[in-house]
């Protein structure tokens, strides 16, 4: 018989420097009302200069590992989703945590998927521990965004925060408290709607770069606004769908959180109530593949995530990407 995944633990941090609207006024022409109104958003996380994306991977990962009981040892597939990883593109930024974490001899990747990375990361845990090719995968989305956001562009720099949120998830051979199902989805027609278009192959680091401002984070925003509504809608009505499952029976909704009206809008479609809608942008901002462990945490730390819950994760970002998953959570 196959083995189950299990989300066994989350953790998380956040930098302590924090950026408010009001901060933001002074750098850029926006107003905290005009913020606060368009994306819900009051403040973000920063990260202190000698903060790379993996030390704020250490603390979540290490959190979610003592949750779990697990010592470095146990950990047998390491996985970081991230779109600001330490170096570009080599050393992986799951090398650098595996080493700081102890966990030797592993394997270790890292995940492009923007803010569905933790999405992604979740699906290939689960396939590699029903395959039997691992038992207990550290799974964590961290992100330094703010390296590469451009602080004189107002449609993209008042929503974006650092931080990182981590899970265990582990072989069980009993099917309660399992990852049920995990659905991820991709299209590359959309490219260009978020784009950190410089430091590749195609525009390489050597090229007029600064000029551009093209090593920093783009953003077609309205038109990414309206494709993530339709898609996170229709994607996470599927996974209900296909498993049999209502919205009612959903404890709780934890999306990506990006704007707080595509959250409501995808809220609204499935007609969850608001009690079932985790939110978290508002003190965090859009911390892309952080976002989901973030806020799991957050629930954990409110003492409102229990054994059983079962929770809808659903996410969308640059790629395009999207993704959803279904589990019932099995820490304690
Ligand atoms: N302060 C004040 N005005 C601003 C502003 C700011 N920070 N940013 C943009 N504006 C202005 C625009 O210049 C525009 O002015 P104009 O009408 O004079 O041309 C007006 O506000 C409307 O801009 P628009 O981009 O259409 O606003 P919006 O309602 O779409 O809100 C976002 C902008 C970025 C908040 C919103 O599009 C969004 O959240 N998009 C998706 C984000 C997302 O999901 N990202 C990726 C998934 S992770």
């Given at each position: 018989m196959r083995p189950y995944a299990q989300m066994v633990s989350v953790g998380a941090y956040v930098p302590e420097k924090t950026l408010s609207n009001r901060d933001l006024e002074r750098m850029?022409?926006?107003?905290?009302?005009?913020?606060?109104?368009?994306?819900?958003?009051?403040?973000?996380?920063?990260?202190?200069?000698?903060?790379a994306?993996?030390?704020l991977a250490y603390h979540a990962a290490k959190q979610a590992m003592e949750r779990a009981g697990v010592g470095p040892e146990a950990i047998d597939l390491v996985i970081v989703a991230s779109i600001s990883g330490?170096?570009?593109f080599m050393p992986s930024t799951a090398c650098v945590l595996a080493h700081r974490l102890g966990i030797k001899g592993v394997g270790a990747l890292d995940v492009l998927a923007a803010c569905s990375g933790f999405i992604y990361a979740l699906s290939s845990a689960k396939a590699y521990i029903e395959s039997g090719m691992a038992r207990c995968v550290l799974i964590v989305g961290a992100e330094a965004l703010s390296r590469f956001v451009d602080y004189t562009d107002r449609g993209t720099c008042i929503l974006f925060g650092d931080g990182a949120g981590a899970a265990v998830i582990r072989a069980s051979e009993s099917p309660e408290n399992r990852v049920v199902d995990v659905k991820i989805g991709a299209d590359g027609e959309f490219q260009d709607f978020l784009i950190t278009p410089g430091g590749?192959?195609?525009?390489?680091?050597?090229?007029?770069?600064?000029?551009?401002h093209c090593q920093f984070m783009q953003m077609r925003g309205n038109e990414t606004f309206k494709v993530a509504v339709k898609t996170l809608t229709q994607d996470v009505q599927t996974i209900l769908a296909r498993n049999g499952v209502s919205a009612s029976e959903i404890k709780h909704f934890v999306p990506h959180q990006a704007n707080y009206r595509i959250i409501k809008a995808v809220g609204d479609a499935l007609g969850l109530s608001e009690e079932q809608v985790v939110m978290t942008v508002a003190k965090y901002g859009n911390t892309s593949a952080a976002s989901i462990p973030m806020a799991l945490n957050d629930l954990y730390e409110a003492?409102?995530?229990?054994?059983?819950?079962?929770?809808?994760?659903?996410?969308?970002g640059g790629g395009l990407t999207w993704g959803s998953a279904l589990l019932d959570f099995a820490g304690d």
């Open positions: 850029v022409d926006t107003t905290d009302e005009w913020i606060t109104k368009r994306t819900g958003i009051q403040t973000r996380h920063i990260a202190a200069e000698d903060e994306t993996s030390d330490d170096y570009l590749g192959s195609r525009h390489p680091a050597h090229g007029a770069l600064d000029k551009a003492g409102r995530l229990k054994k059983g819950d079962r929770l809808l994760l659903d996410a969308f």
